[in-house]
C-alpha cells in the first residue's frame, strides 16, 4: 500500500482524530488513489471539481498541489473553474480562483 506524505492538515488533527487520518492515510491515500480504475490524473480532476462545488477551499489548497504533482495543468486547472463558474456557482468559482491563485 503506497503512502501519501502526511498532510499539514492531517498532522494538525492527527491527536483529536487519530482514527480518521488512520482511515485518510491506509484507506483514502493507501488503496482508493492506488486504484488501477481511474488515473491519479482523473482522480485529482474529480477531487478538484468536487472540491470547488461544494467550497471546500481549506482542502482544495493541498489536492490542486496534488493535482499538478499528477499531471494537470495549470491552464486545465483554470478551465475546470471556468468551466465550475456555470455549474457550481459564480461564488464557488472566484472562491476557487482565489485559492489556485496562491497555489499556481
Request: hydrophobic content about 45%.
Amino acid at each position: 500500500m503506497a503512502q501519501s506524505q502526511p498532510s499539514s492538515a492531517r498532522d494538525q488533527v492527527r491527536h483529536v482524530v487519530p482514527k480518521l487520518i488512520d482511515l485518510s492515510e491506509k484507506v483514502l491515500f493507501g488503496d482508493v488513489w492506488e486504484r488501477p480504475q481511474l488515473s491519479k490524473r482523473d482522480r485529482s480532476l474529480i477531487t478538484c471539481a468536487t472540491l470547488i462545488a461544494l467550497g471546500r477551499e481549506k482542502q482544495l489548497v493541498g489536492h490542486l498541489q496534488r493535482a499538478l504533482d499528477n499531471g494537470v495543468t495549470k491552464e486545465e486547472i483554470g478551465e475546470i473553474i471556468t468551466h465550475l463558474a456555470f455549474y457550481a456557482g459564480w461564488p464557488a468559482a472566484m472562491t476557487a480562483a482565489l485559492v489556485a491563485k496562491d497555489v499556481l
